[in-house]
C-alpha cells in the first residue's frame, strides 16, 4: 500500500505496516517493488525490545517490563502506577488486539485491574494466538509485555523505513495514528507526509519539526514530537535498521508524548556489526527450516505451495516462481543457495525442502557461472542419498543445469539411480514439475498416492 504513496513499499511480517503477505513465521520482508522483488531476510524483534532500544535512544515510551510467567507478570505490573496496567501478548505477528487464544481468550492486548491480571497472564502465556498474521497453527506466547495505562489526548504516524526510490532513508507520518496505515493511505492519502533524509548528512531539524507541525503539534508538544523523531532517526541509523515504526506516537493528556508501540527490523546484512541485537531473535517465533537454512548460509522462506525450488540467484529463483505458477503450479519455497554454495549446502538445503510435508515434486534450475553445475550434481546426490538412508522417500526431483561444467554435472546425474529427471530447457522443466505436482494432489483427493517411475 505504500506504493500509492510513492514510496517502494516493504511488507513486514510482524509489523502491521502493510498486513501480511504470508503466514509471518519468521522476520521477513518482501520488497515490492515496481518491477519482480526478491524475498529478503529482515530480523524482527518483540515489542518489549524495541521499547528498550528505544528508551536507550532516548525516545520517550512508557514504563514498562517484560514477564514470562503470571507471578513475574504481577512483580512487573506491582511496579506500574495506577490500579490497572496494559497486557500486550508478545509474537511476532500483528493483529494481537482482535487475536484468538486457543483455550478461548479473546485478544492479545488487554487493559485489566492489577487483581484480575495474573488470571489473563495464565491464559496468555503457554498460549497459541492466531491472528489475521500467524502462520496456520498460531504462535506460541512465552512472554508477556506490561506497560503503564496512559490517557492519550492525541495519535499520531510516525516511521523511518529504506525507500528505493529516494535511494535512501524516508520518514513517513500521518496524523491519523492507531489506525492501519494502509487504510489511511487508500481512504486520506492526503494525510500521509514523506520527508525523505540525505542519509550523507543526517536528519536536520527543520525537518522533524515541520513533519510534527504537519502533524498538528504545536507549543512544547511540537518540541517533543520533534525530538523523538530525530532520536529515532538517529537510532535507525546507529542500529542498521530496514523500519522502525511508532503506531502510535501519541500526545498524553498531561502534555508528554511518547511512542506507544513499537516495531523495529533491521539489516540481516548488518548482523557482523549488530551482534548484541541479532543475539535477541526469539527463534520459537521462526519457521524451524529458516532457522536450519541459516546455519548453512541458505535463503529460505518456506510458502504455501507444493512444487519446491532450489535455485542459485534470487532473480533466477523469482523467475523460477512465476515460471511455476504460468503452468499451473504453486511454489513451495524461495531457496536461493546463492553463487557459491558447496555440495553441503546443497545436501542440506534438500533436506530442508523434502521436511515440508506438501512438496510433491523438487525443481532445480541452476546457471552456472561462478556456481559449477558438478558440485551441485554432488549436492543433489549426496542429498538424495542421505535422505534414502534415512528411510525418506525423495519425491520427483528435475534438474535444469546450465553453464560452468555441465556436461560432468549432467554425467553425474544421469549415473545416479536416483531417478533425476534432466531437462535443459526452463519452461519445460517448469511444466514437467507443475504437471507432477498436479498428478499427485489429484490422486491423493481420491485417496491414492501416486508413486513416479522414470522410464528408461
Do not use: W
Not at 22 to 45: D, E, V
Amino acid at each position: 500500500m505504500l506504493r500509492s504513496l510513492g514510496i517502494t513499499a516493504t511488507r513486514v511480517a510482524a509489523s502491521g505496516v502493510l498486513g501480511a503477505v504470508r503466514p509471518p513465521s519468521s522476520s521477513l520482508l518482501f520488497a515490492a517493488t515496481a518491477g519482480a522483488a526478491a524475498p529478503s531476510r529482515s530480523l524482527s524483534i518483540h515489542e518489549h525490545l524495541s521499547h528498550q532500544l528505544l528508551r536507550e535512544a532516548g525516545v520517550s515510551v512508557p514504563r514498562g517490563g517484560v514477564a514470562f510467567t503470571p507471578d513475574e507478570a504481577v512483580a512487573v505490573a506491582d511496579e506500574l502506577p495506577g490500579d490497572d496496567v496494559v497486557i500486550k501478548a508478545q509474537v511476532l505477528a500483528g493483529g494481537r488486539g482482535l487475536g484468538l487464544f486457543e483455550n478461548g481468550l479473546k485478544g492479545g492486548v488487554h487493559i485489566v485491574f492489577k487483581n484480575k491480571l495474573k488470571d489473563i497472564a495464565s491464559k496468555m502465556l503457554g498460549g497459541i494466538l492466531h491472528t489475521q498474521q500467524t502462520p496456520p497453527g498460531g504462535l506460541l506466547v512465552n512472554r508477556v509485555m506490561l506497560a503503564e495505562r496512559l490517557m492519550l489526548e492525541k495519535e499520531v504516524y510516525f516511521a523511518v523505513l529504506m525507500d528505493r526510490q529516494y535511494r535512501g532513508p524516508v520518514m513517513v507520518a500521518s496524523s491519523e495514528g492507531g489506525v492501519e496505515i494502509e487504510k489511511v493511505a487508500a481512504e486520506t492519502p492526503d494525510l500521509i507526509f514523506k520527508e525523505p533524509v540525505d542519509i550523507r548528512e543526517g536528519v536536520k531539524r527543520e525537518q522533524v519539526e515541520s513533519l510534527a507541525a504537519k502533524l498538528g503539534f504545536e507549543g512544547d508538544a511540537l518540541t517533543q514530537a520533534a525530538d523523538n523523531m530525530e532520536r529515532i532517526y538517529e537510532m535507525f541509523i546507529a542500529k542498521d535498521c530496514t523500519m522502525v515504526e511508532i503506531n502510535p506516537m501519541a500526545k498524553l493528556t498531561d502534555g508528554r508524548v511518547l511512542a506507544m508501540d513499537a516495531k523495529v527490523n533491521f539489516d540481516d546484512n548488518a548482523s557482523f556489526r549488530q551482534a548484541d541485537i541479532f543475539g535477541l531473535e526469539d527463534k520459537s517465533q521462526v519457521d524451524p527450516r529458516e532457522v536450519e537454512a541459516t546455519k548453512y548460509d541458505l535463503n529460505y522462506i518456506g510458502l504455501d505451495g507444493n512444487v519446491a525450488c532450489l535455485v542459485n540467484g534470487a532473480g533466477l529463483a523469482m523467475a523460477t516462481m512465476d515460471q511455476i505458477a504460468l503452468h499451473g503450479g504453486e511454489p513451495a519455497n524461495f531457496l536461493d543457495v546463492g553463487g557459491g554454495a558447496t555440495a553441503e549446502q546443497i545436501a542440506a538445503a534438500f533436506k530442508i525442502i523434502t521436511s515440508d510435508k506438501q512438496v510433491k515434486v523438487i525443481l532445480v534450475n541452476i546457471f552456472g557461472g561462478i556456481m559449477q553445475c558438478n558440485v551441485v550434481a554432488e549436492g543433489i546426490l549426496q542429498g538424495g542419498e542421505a535422505l534414502r538412508n534415512e528411510g525418506i522417500e525423495l519425491p520427483p526431483v528435475v534438474v535444469r543445469l546450465q553453464g560452468t561444467n555441465q556436461e560432468e554435472g549432467a554425467r553425474l546425474l544421469n549415473e545416479s539411480d536416483l531417478g533425476l529427471i534432466a531437462i535443459n530447457d526452463l519452461d519445460k522443466a517448469a511444466y514437467k514439475a507443475a504437471t507432477i505436482a498436479r498428478i499427485a494432489e489429484e490422486a491423493e483427493l481420491e485417496g491414492f498416492k501416486a508413486k513416479f517411475t522414470l522410464q528408461q
